[in-house]
């Protein structure tokens, strides 16, 4: 199971900070993704991190997300600055376990979490 929570409203320009709790299983054993679906859009990659330690992130996010697992906690976090109106979502983790080249594909993910909703006012 995954429990993600954290989200919040924040200004633009501010911080805040998602937590991915994994229960039932080390988050090492999966590649840990979280996605994020605006009102009115489809939802989309943000930012996964592997089981060997790797990081990947779209585009929009490089340079202001950073993501990272706490192994003592089993958690996935993600570090969210410079938060614009543009962030405004509900975040969803999940684990897959599917190669590292398909982890922004959601369809390949195997648990979600429920979403936490991260609101950014300009």
């Known amino acids: 199971q995954l429990q993600a929570s954290g989200g919040g409203l924040v200004q633009a320009g501010g911080s805040l900070i998602l937590s991915c709790v994994v229960s039932g299983g080390s988050a090492r054993r999966y590649n840990i993704g979280w996605f994020r679906q605006a009102p009115g859009k489809e939802r989309e990659f943000v930012a996964a991190?592997?089981?060997?330690?790797?990081?990947k992130y779209t585009d929009p996010v490089k340079g202001r997300f950073i993501i990272s697992r706490d192994n003592a906690k089993n958690t996935v976090r993600l570090q969210m600055n410079s938060l614009e109106p543009e962030d405004t979502a509900v975040y969803y983790c999940?684990?897959?376990?599917?190669?590292?080249?398909?982890?922004?594909?959601?369809?390949?993910?195997?648990?979600w979490g429920q979403g936490t909703l991260v609101t950014v006012s300009s």
């Open positions: 999940a684990a897959t376990t599917v190669v590292w080249g398909r982890v922004t594909r959601e369809d390949d993910y195997l648990y």
């Open positions: 991190f592997g089981w060997s330690g790797n990081t």
